[in-house]
């Protein structure tokens, strides 16, 4: 009934393996990958009609977690899971980035691959393993993908390279990075790193690189055995088109081009659009996209030449130049920190805002419920590159959003040594390449005029780069333009001394690690004239927090305490902050946390806990509250929810008849604690008096 083919190869001392043929056969390509007991199935299906209205390549890439894969229930009314979380989305991106530069750019076919998630045994990472799944899938396919692709994450642990490292291995990481390519290039890279130098990134990358090759060539020995048939593509001949178009609009272009400013260039490149939208609109021959497509790849040749060939940039400045940096903390009166960082036409206000513990995002995934005190969202409005459009939460806004998040991570202080929870905000407000890096450097600011006591500054620079054979220059800050009709983003993030964030996409096939190396060279002069511009308005932390940051204090409490100081229910902790106004959190090691907006009110709540947990001390005297009459005394309540019997014979220097002649319930009085017996409290309000 099946034709199963199999694979295997190990790497690192683990068993990879590729297996297709007896699920989801309806598929163009569908692989079950396994490393451990962890599971990916993996599907690729194309359109065998091409959209004739569409200019780009209609590649969906959605990976799924199942709960059930590690034997857990979603939360949740439903039960069931629902939206991509933000790990799948980002995940989503790393499978794309690497697999989308290798189809032609004629094929435009639409393309959904899904890697699903079907068994996870939470040693063995999924994302690494729906790559290679992925590739596979799309290797035996038949569709025109230049692949296949592996992938390897890298590890530093140590002062050595760590090969696939597992999750617990990766606590004790200064690197956690994510390599991915063909046998002959490196296509993608994804990193997060506690200040590593250029040297030993470079050097993680090839050694994950030299890791997947292995993979690859698995990959080929199974596709050559079970591969389908080749999809035939077709290309339209637009040699006529791109004459006349170079003939036409040259010199218009060059002369758009020469404009540094972005809405004057944009202008007048709009003006030679709807010309040549016009000049074909009666050619039945040729459709708009065609026209469009030739005269984005002048524009294309016009903008790498002059910058191969002459050395000129479309803002006028040299290849390793950066654009003016304007930096300014502060500016927003009530928020706990904030910043605006402007590099050329790119802006971004950035703020911090700090909270306690209660604060953090619960985050729930294959691994539990996690629970994360820091946070960092992007938002990109449509008028930061003065257009209308959707507003929302894209795969961009999160993609971005975590680079700055590994970027910024590794420089934040400790739980124990700066308690607060924290949550930026990057509002990008004018855009003009990189809002991402604006995003990494205007985070730093903010967080130090917050006051948080960060370990060293973190600033971003995007690099970019154009490729005609073995001919290639590295560029410095890149331009939208730029990125857009270059080959590479390449964006490195850290301090003076080292790098905390690296992520690389390539557009075409791979580039050298010669290339690479003068990048992260290019980069680094970059990122410490960035830090230079920074200090100028700020260079380290301030020293406290804001007059509008709630102020925390700490108290350890014994562990059998805890409940007392949460109540039966949360009513004793909900009294503390009704009464005082502060915000109590406890956690299960005894330490409670009262965050406050001023001093009185963090006072109250400390002292009201310091009563609830306080021991009764011999010979000292309390105020107390009468909280019940007995014929033979009055039960007190002290020390917040402790209670002593004063008896009858200690209500007062004579002799008393009935306990009511000296008190009644709801009595404010002084007690003295004359000694305990059995682990109760024997009070005295004689004794008090004298």
């Not at 309806?26 to 359109?47: F, K, M, N, P, R």
């Not at 291995?169 to 790193?193: F, H, I, P, Q, R």
Request: aromatic share 6%; glycine share 8%; hydrophobic share 40%.
């Amino acid at each position: 009934m099946f034709k199963i083919f199999k694979k295997e190869v190990e790497v690192s001392g683990k068993k990879i393996s590729l297996e297709t043929g007896k699920i989801a056969r309806q598929a163009d390509g569908a692989i079950i990958a396994t490393c451990g007991e962890t599971v990916v199935l993996a599907t690729v299906v194309g359109a065998k009609k091409v959209n004739p209205d569409i200019d780009y390549f209609p590649l969906s890439v959605n990976y799924q977690e199942k709960y059930y894969a590690a034997g857990k229930i979603p939360g949740g009314y439903f039960k069931r899971e629902a939206r991509p979380t933000e790990s799948e989305t980002l995940i989503s991106r790393l499978i794309d980035r690497p697999i989308r530069p290798l189809f032609p750019d004629e094929f435009r076919n639409e393309v959904q691959l899904l890697p699903t998630v079907i068994s996870y045994d939470k040693e063995n990472e999924a994302d690494i393993l729906s790559i290679i799944a992925s590739s596979a899938a799309l290797a035996i396919s038949g569709m025109p993908f230049m692949g296949p692709v592996g992938a390897s994450r890298v590890g530093f642990i140590g002062g050595k390279y760590v090969l696939n490292p597992t999750k617990k291995e990766l606590e004790n990481s200064k690197l956690d990075l994510v390599v991915a390519g063909t046998k002959d290039a490196v296509l993608m890279v994804e990193s997060e790193a506690k200040g590593l130098t250029e040297q030993q990134m470079l050097d993680a990358v090839k050694f994950g690189h030299e890791g997947f090759v292995p993979v690859i060539k698995m990959i080929e020995e199974l596709a050559k055995e079970c591969r389908k048939p080749d999809w035939v593509v077709e290309k339209k001949d637009l040699s006529e088109v791109k004459k006349k178009l170079n003939s036409e609009f040259t010199k218009d272009l060059k002369k758009a081009f020469s404009i540094k400013d972005k809405q004057e260039r944009s202008n007048l490149i709009s003006v030679v659009t709807e010309k040549a939208k016009k000049l074909y609109e009666e050619d039945e021959n040729y459709s708009e996209l065609d026209v469009m497509h030739e005269l984005k790849n002048l524009e294309k040749d016009i903008v790498r030449t002059d910058i191969l060939k002459n050395k000129n940039r479309i803002d006028g400045r040299g290849l390793s130049d950066v654009r003016p940096i304007k930096c300014e903390v502060g500016i927003l009166p009530r928020v706990h920190g904030s910043a605006l960082f402007t590099r050329g036409e790119t802006q971004a206000i950035v703020t911090t805002t700090l909270g306690t513990s209660d604060d953090e995002q619960r985050i729930e995934s294959l691994e539990g419920l996690q629970r994360e005190r820091f946070m960092l969202h992007y938002n990109f409005p449509p008028f930061s590159v003065g257009e209308t459009g959707r507003i929302g939460t894209g795969r961009r806004e999160i993609g971005h959003g975590k680079l700055a998040w590994r970027a910024i991570n590794s420089s934040l202080p400790t739980k124990e040594s700066f308690p607060y929870t924290f949550r930026i905000v990057s509002e990008i407000t004018e855009s003009n390449g990189s809002s991402s890096m604006a995003t990494v450097c205007g985070s730093s600011l903010a967080l130090m005029d917050a006051g948080v006591p960060i370990k060293e500054p973190v600033a971003g620079i995007a690099m970019g780069l154009i490729k005609e054979g073995d001919d290639f220059s590295v560029l410095s800050d890149i331009l939208g333009d730029e990125d857009h009709l270059g080959d590479m983003d390449f964006k490195v993030a850290g301090t003076k001394d080292g790098i905390t964030s690296l992520q690389m996409d390539i557009k075409i096939t791979g580039i050298t690690f010669e290339i690479m190396e003068q990048a992260l060279k290019q980069a680094k002069d970059g990122r410490v004239h960035i830090l230079d511009e920074m200090n100028k308005a700020l260079s380290k932390s301030r020293d406290d927090v804001g007059k509008h940051t709630p102020k925390m204090e700490k108290i350890t409490v014994e562990k059998k305490d805890i409940a007392t100081v949460i109540g039966k229910g949360g009513a004793t902790i909900r009294e503390i902050v009704e009464k005082s106004g502060a915000k109590v959190d406890v956690n299960d090691e005894g330490e409670v946390t009262v965050a406050a907006p001023d001093e009185d009110s963090r006072n109250k709540a400390m002292q009201m806990i310091k009563d609830l947990t306080a021991k009764a001390e011999l010979n000292k005297i309390y105020n107390g509250k009468v909280m019940k009459i007995m014929e033979f005394g009055a039960f007190v309540n002290f020390l917040g929810k402790q209670d002593g019997l004063v008896h009858i014979s200690e209500l007062a220097d004579k002799r008393v008849a009935k306990v009511t002649d000296v008190v009644k319930e709801g009595d404010e009085v002084k007690v003295k604690v004359i000694g305990f017996d059995r682990g109760k409290v024997k009070l005295s309000i004689k004794q008090a008096a004298v």
